[in-house]
């Protein structure tokens, strides 16, 4: 089952405005990584934030981080028609001797020209 | 190198048959990682690699599925006799993390359709 669910399930907007992405997760976490999908294709990484990091930037992105909520929120100013796509949040956990990444569900951005 | 590959990158088969995809990761990682992901929702974890070692196996991947990395570079998936639920998009990744967790590189995925 999946650790994150993002919220909404589908976001569209015009050109220019910001779009904000949240994500909840259930365990405790190391970190949390938004990456990028275009339909179709592979996934592309944004950003990873820190347990112990509350906010982060990087270009147009702002991620920040709750872990008393358990949740993280992505936002993407002045957006593009290009930054259509989905977003999903991903959460790390100690599994075994390894660590993986859990995946949410997604938020599919449709940024209108 | 340009990044992470997958071949094919689409593939038809009939219920029954047996497929097998490959993955080429980024050549300096010695992390590799396979995922699942059906239309609509986020990849799912199947298996991992750190350099031909297969340290990690979910609960997603049953008898039918086996994958290898036999020389600690490219990897391959098998499914045998496939089922209509094993239609989906296969993943790999891969990471050069030698302690914690960073980002992965992704491949475009193989879209594996089950008739």
């Known amino acids: 089952s999946q650790q994150g669910e993002e919220d909404p399930q589908a976001l569209s907007i015009q050109e220019g405005e910001n779009a904000t992405m949240n994500c909840s997760y259930k365990t405790s976490i190391n970190n949390l990584q938004w990456y990028r999908q275009n339909s179709g294709r592979g996934l592309v990484h944004l950003i990873l934030i820190r347990s112990n990091e509350r906010e982060k930037h990087s270009g147009r992105l702002r991620v920040t981080l709750d872990t008393s909520k358990k949740s993280s929120s992505l936002l993407i100013t002045a957006s593009r028609a290009a930054d259509t796509a989905s977003y999903f949040c991903a959460t790390d956990f100690i599994s075994g001797s390894a660590r993986q990444l859990t995946f949410g569900s997604g938020t599919q951005l449709t940024v209108l020209p | 190198d340009t990044g992470v590959s997958q071949d094919p990158r689409h593939k038809i088969t009939k219920r029954g048959q047996n497929v097998t995809f490959r993955c080429d990761p980024i050549s300096e990682h010695n992390r590799l990682y396979w995922y699942r992901q059906t239309l609509g929702q986020g990849p799912e974890f199947l298996t991992y690699?750190?350099?031909?070692?297969?340290?990690?196996k979910s609960r997603l991947l049953s008898d039918r599925f086996s994958a290898e990395r036999p020389k600690g570079s490219f990897s391959t998936l098998e499914i045998q006799r496939t089922e209509q639920g094993d239609s989906a998009m296969y993943l790999c990744?891969?990471?050069?993390?030698?302690?914690?967790?960073?980002?992965?590189?992704f491949g475009p995925g193989t879209r594996l359709t089950v008739t």
């Open positions: 690699f750190q350099n031909e070692a297969q340290l990690e």
């Open positions: 990744a891969s990471s050069l993390a030698p302690g914690t967790i960073i980002e992965q590189y």
